[in-house]
Antibody, heavy 118, light 106 residues
């Protein structure tokens, strides 16, 4: 059973960089069929896909966030990470990491709330 | 970008009733459509993938149908634990989610 766990600061100041890490257990992020993903949910809103990374290193980002987002991975630690630059209050959200297998997300982390505030 | 429109926004039903949720895509996604259930304070849970396949451990009362642009999630007889928000998602053209349908107790 694959498990994912997000970690990182719960509070980020406006204009700074949001950094989160997702630790995967019960499976390898080097598995060829999986894409490792970030999704967020603003308070009271729906789900927004941010992007995902394949173990080959290929990344795919939501075009609305592309210039601000970087997703990377550390296979030695079985982790992948999200960096979102120049954050504003609109980036306040619960951030989920998830595994994309085929065309759907089959395993999710519990989510972590990140608040952007001075 | 493919836009997914879910309807209705809210569905008020009683336990034991049948729930029918709709997801319409702005262009064809073939069968590349998934459904998720989300309860307050929890991560979404995959219910249906590839339009009609139940994910592991999902009860048989959940079923999905459709192809192209029109999809339906049906809950044949609502249990109390089924009252939640449901999202559809496609990956044919980038990746998008619908806005959600809240199934609430009447």
């Amino acid at each position: 059973q694959v498990q994912l766990q997000e970690s990182g600061p719960g509070l980020v100041k406006p204009s700074q960089t949001l950094s989160l890490t997702c630790t995967v257990s019960g499976g390898s992020i080097s598995s060829g069929a999986s894409y490792w993903s970030w999704i967020r949910q603003q308070p009271g809103k729906g789900l927004e896909w941010i992007g995902y990374i394949h173990h080959s290193g290929n990344t795919y980002y939501n075009t609305s966030l592309k210039s601000l987002v970087t997703i990377s991975m550390d296979t030695s630690k079985n982790q992948f990470s999200l960096k979102l630059t120049s954050v504003t209050a609109a980036d306040t959200a619960v951030y989920f990491c998830a595994r994309l297998y085929g065309d759907s997300f089959d395993f999710w982390g519990q989510g972590t709330l990140v608040t952007v505030s001075s | 970008e493919i836009v997914l429109t879910q309807s209705p926004a809210t569905l008020s039903l009683s336990p034991g009733e049948r729930a029918t949720l709709s997801c319409r895509a702005s262009q064809s996604v073939s069968i590349s459509l998934a459904w998720y259930q989300q309860k307050p304070g929890q991560a979404p849970r995959l219910l249906i993938y590839d339009a009609s396949n139940r994910a592991t451990g999902i009860p048989a009362r959940f079923s999905g149908s459709g192809s192209g642009t029109d999809f339906t999630l049906t809950i044949s007889s609502l249990e109390t634990e089924d009252f939640a928000v449901y999202y559809c998602q496609q990956r044919t053209n980038w990746l998008t989610f619908g806005g959600g349908t809240k199934v609430e107790i009447k």
